[in-house]
Every structure is written in structure tokens, then in C-alpha cells.
């Protein structure tokens, strides 16, 4: 049997983690004085609220001990092991996650643990973990399981901004001149994650909400020809209307109504804040997954 793991960053909804078994690695917050487990100590309106007041928080990875725990159970079941992590780009998640496979393949030289750095964030590699869900559930190998997530990695594309530039300079991210720049000038950051690294790559910019549509439509379309031939993703902090909007202009842009919102959740949202909004999409298709329920 084949186990599926994941993490927080991933932003699986609850009920989706359960419904397709996903174990959901917990990813910690903390304030400085303060450690809080995302919905469990702390949600995500909390935390946006408590930010707002100029509370900082950062986050922690997945421990050593959760992950050894947690694998050696599958093992000792005679389970192999899938886990998709948060971008090695973005966390030490991922290297933690190979340390301890590193170990248990000491104690159990015929297992089989398989690490997948996503070099994504948020529902963007949360999708992923749900389609190798499916996946499992189809009774597909783990080699044709792990020939799509490469796939998945070479072709998903990120693009997304946030109104308040506030969070992205506590965070370090911004340095001082651009952070007030930016904000005197109403500057919306354009984003992606790099594709080799799964970084965070500031590579444009535009000045107010009714600018950064047209951006966002002018990108897309220069980086994809298959918009209307998938599912596509809209993430967002706290900022639905906005998100809503977003996806009745993709609908009519790309004839497209296999569009679904989802939230960013506290692990990713500590550093971009609520109003982060994101749209994800392939930009070559797979001929399977490629338009999908969750």
C-alpha cells in the first residue's frame, strides 16, 4: 500500500485531506514568545488580524521526530511512502524530510520512501498531493505516480501580488526603499516561483488594482496556450470578492469554467499577509488530471 503525506504549507483543505487520506503534516507559528498550530491554537483570521496590529510571525518546519514517527509506522506496516513537501526554496522542510529517510533506510534497507520537493507553495502543490491521491486511488504505479509530479513541476506556473507590501518587508523579503516606495505609489509586486530553485522572483510591478488585471490576463496568456483545457487555480488570503472577480474574467478570457478558489491558509499566509491573491496554471498538459473535481 501506498502512503500519501503532505504538510501545512500545502493549504489541503480539511475535509480534502480526509477524503483522499492525506496525513497532514503540522507546520508551526510563532510570535517570538508564542508557538501555535494552525487551527488548532490559531486560524488564519486571527493571525491576519493579530498582523494587522503589527504582531510578527514566522513560521517553523515539519521536526525531525514528526517525520521519523510518522514514516517509521508506514514502514513497520510494510506501506511505501510518497510525501510531497513545501519548496526546498521557501523551507528546510524538504531536507529535514530526506535526513530522515536517510535514517530509516539504515534500518530498513528495503524500503521504499519517495520525497518530492514540489518547489511550489500554498494549494498550488496541495493540488498535486490531491492528484497523486487519485492517482492511488486508480491503482496507478508509483513510477507513473512520480513521472507526473515532474511533470506537474516543470509545467505548474505561479503568478501572484498582494495590496500591502507590509508583510513581504517584515518578513525580509522587501528591503526599506522599496517598501515605502512602493506603498507611497499604491506599487502592486508582481510574483512567480522560480521553476529550479521554487524562490520567490519579484519580476514586475504596477500601480494600483485596475492595472495588475490586465498584467495578470497579458502573463498568463504569454506563458500558457492551454488555459481553457484544465482546471485552474485562484488562492487568496483573505480576499474573496477580489478572487471572485478574478475568476469571472479568466471564465469569459478563456471560455473556461473549471476554475476553483481556495484560501491561503497561515502557514504561507504569515508572510504575504490577506491580501495575497494567486492564480495557478499549467502551461502543457498532461492528458490526464489535467481538468479534475476535488
Known sequence: MIKLFSDMGADIPVEIAKKYKIHIFNMSVTDGENEYILN?????????????????????????????????????????????????GLSGTYNTANMVKNDLLEEFPDSKIHIVDSLGASFGYGILAVKVAQMIDNNESVEDILKYTEFFKKHINYIFTLDDLTY???????????????????????LDISKDEGKLNFFDKVRGNKAFKKKFLDIIKSRSSVLDKQTILILHGDCEEKANEIKELLKTEFNNDNIIISGVDAVIGCHTGPTVLAIVYLDELYGKYDIFEI
Open 168 to 190: 513581504l518587508y517584515r518578513g525580509g523579503r522587501l528591503n526599506k526603499a522599496k517598501f515605502i516606495l512602493g506603498n507611497l505609489l499604491n506599487i502592486c509586486p508582481i
Open 40 to 88: 488548532k491554537d490559531i486560524d488564519k483570521y486571527k493571525l491576519f488580524d493579530n498582523m494587522a496590529k503589527g504582531v510578527n510571525y514566522k513560521t517553523s518546519q515539519v521536526s525531525f521526530k514528526d517525520f521519523y514517527d510518522a514514516f517509521k509506522e508506514e514502514l513497520l506496516a510494510n506501506n511505501e511512502i510518497i510525501y510531497i513537501s513545501l519548496s526546498s
